[in-house]
């Protein structure tokens, strides 16, 4: 019986710590992937609300640029302004087309990223961690 008690005094000597330091660190783990998940969620929820309302947009964008264009284009037709009329039309198309395009590709390089909570923490617990 002493025998055992020295093996289990040993186990807590050298064996107690370890246990501690591993079960903090799954501890660690289990509430990074918790908060990870959960910011997966949100992004993808947003992401979707997005995409939806992005091609809401773009739908009813196009149709009132094609009714729009239409009364300008009939109301020019039997004027000398027709030709002129649809080539500035063209003109003003392709440069909105210019603008939109240089102003998605800022916004898809410029994005920040969309688990920052997740790498805050795991950077604070690095900090705690390093002597």
């Known amino acids: 019986m ?3 008690m020295e ?5 807590d000597r050298h064996g107690a710590s370890p246990r501690r330091l591993g079960a903090a660190v799954l501890g660690l783990l289990h509430d990074h ?7 997966l969620q949100e992004q993808k929820g947003r992401s ?22 239409s009364v ?5 037709w039997d004027t000398e302004y027709r030709m ?10 392709a440069i909105a087309t210019g603008y939109c ?3 998605l590709h800022a916004a898809v390089t ?3 990223s969309p688990f920052s909570a997740t790498l805050q923490e795991l950077a604070r617990d690095r900090e705690r961690l390093q002597p």
């Open 2 to 4: 002493s025998e055992a």
């Open 33 to 39: 992937v918790e908060l990870f998940g959960i910011e």
């Open 7 to 11: 093996s289990q005094a040993a186990d």
């Open 101 to 103: 395009a240089v102003r």
């Open 48 to 69: 979707l609300r997005l995409l939806l309302f992005a091609g809401f947009s773009l739908i009813f964008g196009l149709l009132l640029i094609v009714g729009l264009s």
């Open 72 to 76: 300008l284009i009939v109301a020019l």
């Open 84 to 93: 002129p009329a649809m080539i500035g039309l063209c003109l003003l198309y």
């Open 110 to 112: 410029d994005e920040s």
